[in-house]
């Protein structure tokens, strides 16, 4: 998308080069600024741009707004008031079908104490404000991230999250195994199994697990059911079930 950003009258060398970083986060690079009261490349700005430092020696600089918009299709100011004499301004994602209809987008940040003035909103086809709490009030670089995010990283449809779970095979399997182990371990009965094992299944079906994850649950159940039966060799065990195991030591004293 060829979407300029424009800066009109920053006061602080930091918050430009942090807008720079900001655009260049989200895949914009046309950086214009209005009347500057500060040296865009002063040491502060570059260091705040960090990688953005290249956007930010290229940037443009204009007298005023209207050069800044010449060759713009479609200009959207940015404002956290509403103005009595002015339309109120709308939600980013309103906006968005209109900016990347545009050939030629810009975005328009007034300066950080004021924000823009009803003169430059009046150049803006359109006004946003980001929606914030009870404190609307953005550092210019925060503002400049979420909006370009917004208008070019933002989808109208969220694709889907897809993940490949466990066939019912392999749930059904370990759903056996669980139900050995619960008895194996005197966790339940025949008269409650069924019971308990519904339980387990509505659990575990809601994690949704992969064949990896599945083989993993089965390998904790290995593991406590080798315990057992270890146990079971060096002494008596007696289960639920009511079965005795007699080590091997023990049966040949007897």
Not at 9 to 35: E, F, H, I
Request: aromatic share 4%.
């Amino acid at each position: 998308m060829n979407l300029a950003v424009v800066l009109v009258s920053p006061k602080t060398p930091g918050n430009v080069g942090a807008a720079a970083r900001a655009m260049l986060n989200m895949g914009a690079s046309d950086l214009r600024v209005v009347a500057p009261r500060c040296d865009i490349l002063d040491s502060q700005a570059v260091a705040m741009a960090v990688h953005a430092a290249d956007l930010l020696r290229s940037a443009q600089i204009y007298g005023t707004l209207r050069e800044a918009l010449a060759d713009r299709d479609l200009s959207v100011g940015t404002t956290a008031r509403l103005r009595a004499d002015l339309p109120a301004p709308r939600h980013p994602a309103q906006v968005r079908p209109l900016v990347r209809a545009a050939q030629a987008p810009a975005l328009v940040f007034g300066p950080e104490e004021t924000g823009l003035i009803n003169s430059d909103l009046e150049q803006c086809q359109v006004s946003i404000r980001i929606p914030t709490g009870e404190y609307a009030s953005l550092n210019l670089a925060q503002a400049v991230l979420l909006v370009c995010y917004e208008f070019m990283q933002a989808q109208d449809e969220v694709p889907e999250w897809t993940r490949k779970t466990a066939s019912r095979e392999e749930m059904e399997a370990m759903y056996g195994h669980l139900h050995e182990t619960m008895h194996l371990i005197g966790y339940t009965d025949a008269v409650r199994a069924r019971h308990t094992l519904r339980l387990w299944r509505a659990m575990l079906d809601r994690a949704l697990m992969s064949s990896a994850e599945s083989r993993l649950f089965r390998g904790l159940l290995r593991q406590v059911q080798w315990k057992v039966q270890d146990a079971a060799t060096r002494g008596t065990v007696t289960t639920r079930q009511g079965k005795e195991v007699e080590s091997e030591e023990q049966t040949a004293e007897s």
